[in-house]
């Protein structure tokens, strides 16, 4: 079963500082590679999305680090602010084959905590 | 503004109860899903439709059916509610030309007691 692992599962960060996430994936068969975030009473919101044929694409203080050969990819943010605190959620979506349009699979999550 | 709104935020039902989850689009969006949420387990794709009245399973389909009659609507039903089907329900919608973004309703918390 196709999967994307993510790590940590939690993590706190002081005011300023940089929180990274990580994320690693099996398989080939995924052609983007998108990071949602979810504050809390809310749906996950689209953040920021890559390709695999990019290794790294910023925006603002988010910025998507992508290794293919090893298959790993991660949110940096810089300059963590009080306001960024929420859960994460790195995921790749399915090539489109046949009829299918590709859906997104899901990594299980990173809970952002920056303290001011 | 893209707006997915989703019936209820808190649902309470009983054991064995048939249970009606429904989500609406505004924005003339085809394809449209279903996840559940759950804590140390991520989104799990329950359900999905590409167009009106076609429905397809995804990764846990066991104890849920979808109906799909109009192109703004998209229902989750749980034939017979069980305890381990409480969790957060989300809806989404999928932006035409970006594959990869979707459109989250802000989710429904239902309990089965």
């Known amino acids: 079963q196709q999967q994307v692992k993510q790590s940590p599962q939690s993590l706190i960060v002081q005011k300023g500082g940089i929180s990274i996430i990580n994320c690693a994936y099996e398989n080939t068969a995924f052609d983007y590679f998108p990071w949602y975030q979810q504050f809390p009473g809310k749906g996950p919101a689209l953040l920021i999305a890559?390709?695999?044929?990019?290794s790294e694409k910023k925006e603002g203080r988010f910025t998507i680090s992508f290794n293919k050969s090893a298959k790993q990819f991660s949110l940096h943010i810089m300059d963590s602010q009080p306001g960024d605190s929420a859960t994460y959620f790195c995921a790749a979506k399915i090539r489109n084959y046949g009829g299918s349009q590709g859906n997104l699979i899901f990594g299980k999550g990173t809970k952002l905590s920056v303290k001011p | 503004d893209v707006k997915v709104t989703q019936s209820s935020r808190y649902l309470v039902k009983r054991t064995g109860e048939k249970v009606f989850l429904e989500c609406v689009q505004d924005m003339d969006h085809e394809n449209m899903f279903w996840y559940r949420q759950d804590p140390g387990l991520g989104l799990r794709l329950i359900y999905f439709?590409?167009?009106?009245?076609?429905?397809e399973k995804g990764d846990i389909p066991e104890g849920y059916s979808v109906s799909r009659e109009k192109k703004e609507r998209f229902s989750l039903i749980l034939e017979s509610a069980s305890t381990n089907q409480t969790s957060m329900y989300l809806c989404a919608s999928r932006v035409p030309g970006a594959p990869y973004e979707q459109y989250f309703g802000p989710g429904t918390r239902l309990t089965v007691t």
């Open positions: 439709s590409y167009d009106v009245k076609m429905k």
């Open positions: 890559i390709r695999p044929d990019v």
